[in-house]
């Protein structure tokens, strides 16, 4: 388990901890993951990217796979990123590190 970051709104008693590391959230649940950490522009992208890799496997059989792999591969790289993307996004919103 990777550490936690924690951030604070100046002026509020408003704590929040970011993990560290591999987000199995992001992996796993992608869109979704980000609309509970009300990060609606990654979740907008997120969903905008599924969709578009979801009807590319509408295409064929080859494309189905190559589909898969891309939505594999992007799960993925969500779950590495995905605790990077909200700590940036709270440090956006004016939070800033303890």
């Not at 901890?17 to 992996?27: D, E, L, N, P």
């Not at 990060?39 to 189905?64: K, Q, R, Y």
């Not at 589909?67 to 919103?93: D, P």
């Amino acid at each position: 388990m990777g550490e936690k970051i924690y951030l604070r709104y100046p002026g509020k008693d408003e704590t929040v901890a970011v993990a560290t590391g591999f987000s199995w959230g992001a992996c796993l649940l992608g869109f979704v993951w980000a609309l509970s950490k009300k990060m609606w522009f990654a979740a907008f992208v997120m969903l905008a990217i599924n969709l578009l890799l979801f009807c590319s496997g509408l295409w064929g059989e080859t494309a189905d796979l190559i589909g898969l792999v891309l939505s594999v591969l992007f799960g993925i790289a969500c779950g590495m990123y995905g605790n990077q993307w909200h700590r940036w996004t709270l440090e956006k919103r004016g939070y800033v590190v303890l």
